[in-house]
């Protein structure tokens, strides 16, 4: 694909230095549709990306836009902070009736505010004041958000750093597999909670990701994730589950945890619960935990009418047969896999492993600078595709669950190429 230098003027001017998607990718984007992104000169480019998962179901999903142009076209409210509306009762009564119900999942719905890191930290507050204690525990390289107390329980180094301010209250433990399988799961958890010379101070909760995306796409097992909600009900710790990226089907199920058979006390859910890429999020808990008093936790922007509306329109769409989408999920996670494969055996000294679930995937690179390149050289070839890990080291794949086969084999033959023309 030949790009003429685009005007990025204006950006590196006038936008702030912390800017960081836009670098990879220089170019002005101009419109999307589905999997595929254009820019302002017609180039076309296969997303492997959505939005950091925020797009689950495309750009600009029909069903979706005409939903929310026909709210918007009729003067539906547009902000509502958390006033009650006809936009919010439509989206609870299709997440209660489509989502929670079939899973037997007892929660109430709490909006805290437009982002990930929102729900986060309002789990975080609700789970202290609910059990009286500070201390959380959290896991080597999560990622839980931006926000101060979002950041005390995030591994990466870099992220942190930027807080400015000592990060407290927050402990992190070996995530699975972080020890390479040569000590039994959680020995040194439960020692530091059993002796009470550890300095460790009871915790409060234990806030977890099912697989870590921006840590690397590093997939917890099932069976740890059931052992560490036994550790946590025998230890009187709240178990929150980070779903904002893996949730809304990324892994299969609606929930990533629903495959280790658990109920997490607190659930995080955003980037694709709006199904629109529109700000939203939520916090799930039980019944029990709903402690709060009016207007404890507020924010002016908790209520996006819109983002209600799309939402409801994804769920009625694509999750009334849940068992459908899953199976579609799982089968083109299958059709990656099957290709990062044969790239790991073609390239068996440059590929340390791949590893993922459902369509969230991650190919690891010896050489920590070699996904960063990968990622350069796909996006010439007109495909979108980021990095993650503590160093950047891990190509990721992050499409739409509503790509088609064929789209789907047209990125991997690029990836495929790209990792070639690097080595």
């Given at each position: 694909m030949t790009i003429t230098q685009p005007d990025l003027s204006v950006f590196e001017t006038l936008e702030s230095e912390v800017r960081s998607y836009c670098r990879g990718w220089p170019t002005v984007f101009d419109r999307a549709q589905g999997s595929r992104m254009y820019d302002e000169d017609g180039h076309e480019y296969l997303d492997f990306f959505a939005g950091a998962g925020s797009l689950n179901y495309g750009h600009n999903n029909p069903v979706l836009k005409r939903a929310l142009i026909d709210y918007l076209e009729r003067d539906g409210v547009t902000h509502g902070l958390d006033m009650s509306t006809t936009a919010k009762r439509a989206f609870l009564e299709s997440f209660q009736n489509i989502v929670l119900r079939p899973r037997d999942l007892p929660y109430k719905v709490m909006f805290p505010g437009p982002t990930g890191t929102n729900a986060v930290e309002s789990a975080l507050k609700l789970?202290?004041?609910?059990?009286?204690?500070?201390?959380?525990?959290?896991?080597?390289?999560?990622?839980?958000?931006?926000?101060?107390?979002?950041?005390?329980?995030?591994?990466?180094?870099?992220?942190?750093?930027?807080?400015?301010?000592?990060?407290?209250?927050?402990?992190?433990?070996?995530?699975?597999?972080?020890?390479?399988?040569?000590?039994?799961?959680?020995?040194?958890?439960?020692?530091?909670?059993?002796?009470?010379?550890?300095?460790?101070?009871?915790?409060?909760?234990?806030?977890?990701?099912?697989?870590?995306?921006?840590?690397?796409?590093?997939?917890?097992?099932?069976?740890w994730l059931r052992k560490l909600a036994d550790v946590c009900e025998r230890w009187d710790m709240l178990l929150i589950v980070d779903d904002i990226q893996m949730g809304c089907g990324r892994t299969g199920a609606f929930f990533s945890f629903e495959e280790a058979g658990i109920t997490p006390d607190i659930v995080t859910v955003s980037k694709s619960i709006s199904g629109y890429g529109l700000p939203m999020s939520l916090c799930l808990f039980k019944p029990e935990l709903d402690v709060w008093e009016p207007g404890e936790h507020n924010g002016t922007f908790r209520g996006n009418n819109p983002a209600f509306v799309t939402a409801a329109a994804a769920l009625e769409a694509y999750w009334t047969d849940g068992a459908a989408m899953e199976k579609q999920t799982l089968a083109r996670g299958q059709q990656i896999e099957q290709v990062l494969a044969a790239l790991r055996e073609e390239h068996a000294g440059a590929v340390k492993e791949y590893r993922g679930r459902g369509l969230v995937w991650g190919i690891e690179f010896h050489d920590t600078e070699r996904a960063g390149a990968v990622a350069k050289r796909a996006f010439e070839l007109g495909l979108l595709i980021e990095t993650s890990g503590p160093q950047g080291e891990v190509v990721k794949l992050l499409p739409a669950l509503t790509i088609t086969p064929d789209e789907l084999d047209e990125g991997l033959r690029t990836l495929t190429r790209a990792v070639r023309e690097t080595a």
């Open positions: 789970a202290r004041k609910v059990k009286g204690r500070e201390s959380i525990v959290s896991f080597t390289n999560a990622f839980h958000g931006m926000s101060l107390g979002s950041l005390a329980v995030t591994g990466n180094a870099f992220k942190r750093a930027g807080a400015g301010i000592p990060l407290v209250h927050g402990t992190p433990m070996p995530f699975d597999n972080y020890l390479d399988g040569r000590t039994p799961d959680f020995i040194w958890f439960e020692r530091l909670l059993e002796d009470q010379g550890s300095g460790l101070n009871q915790p409060a909760a234990v806030i977890v990701e099912t697989v870590q995306g921006e840590g690397g796409i590093n997939v917890a097992r099932a069976e």
